[in-house]
């Protein structure tokens, strides 16, 4: 289960780089066409977007993992997500004393399955407006909808929504979120 929660977080990290337009052909992110026929690293480090996720993705070994078969959905936070955290959060975890902690905040972020935001709507219909998302990493995550948005809510209370949803990947989906999520503790 570790194995595929690292699998599951990598491609999160770089689902995300991906995730900037929704059902379009070839959308671009981060300045950089997405490709449904790539996998989420392969399209995830074009992105100018991406690149926080793209550099703890790689801090914390998880790039072979998601390059993997998948089928994986990453909440993909952008750079400006990562920016809202708190001053030297993200050098910190970044260090590679903290390995183990970034990788439980990155596999926080993607779930083992190719869940399109169609799917995770009607989840959070069919359970009377909240659904729980379990991820690789263990965190159970908040899954609603807010006025047509999905939004996230994590084990400490952060909310992200997904900003763009439905980009597809060849081992998965991405969607971009305005937020990262943190595991409790």
């Known amino acids: 289960m570790f194995t595929s929660g690292i699998r599951s977080f990598a491609a999160i990290a770089i ?10 052909e070839n959308p671009m992110v981060g300045g950089a066409a997405m490709y449904a026929d790539k996998n989420i690293v392969e399209n995830a480090v074009n992105s100018k977007d ?27 936070p ?14 910190t975890l970044l ?6 902690k970034l990788t439980t905040v990155l596999t926080c972020h993607v779930v ?7 799917a995770i709507a009607k989840m959070v ?10 991820t690789v990493g263990g965190c159970v995550l908040k899954a ?25 990947q060849s081992n ?7 937020k990262v999520l943190l595991p409790k503790g």
Not at 55 to 73: D, H, M, S
Not at 95 to 100: G, L
Not at 172 to 178: K, L, P, Q, T, Y
Request: charged share 25%; hydrophobic share 40%; net charge negative.
């Open 144 to 168: 609603k909808d807010d006025g047509g948005k999905i939004t996230l809510t994590d084990e400490t209370g952060g909310t992200a929504t997904v900003t763009i949803a439905d980009v597809k």
């Open 15 to 24: 689902v995300a780089a991906s995730a900037a337009i929704a059902h379009a």
């Open 78 to 91: 952008t750079n400006e997500a990562f920016d809202a955290l708190p001053a030297g959060t993200v050098d």
């Open 125 to 134: 219909k069919d359970d009377g407006g909240e659904h729980d998302v379990k």
């Open 50 to 76: 991406h690149t926080t996720l793209v550099a703890a993705v790689k801090a914390a070994g998880l790039v072979e993992t998601l390059q993997g078969k998948g089928p994986f959905t990453v909440f993909a």
């Open 172 to 178: 998965g989906v991405i969607h971009v979120i305005d």
């Open 95 to 100: 260090k590679p004393e903290n390995k183990d």
């Open 112 to 118: 083992s399955a190719d869940a399109m935001s169609s």
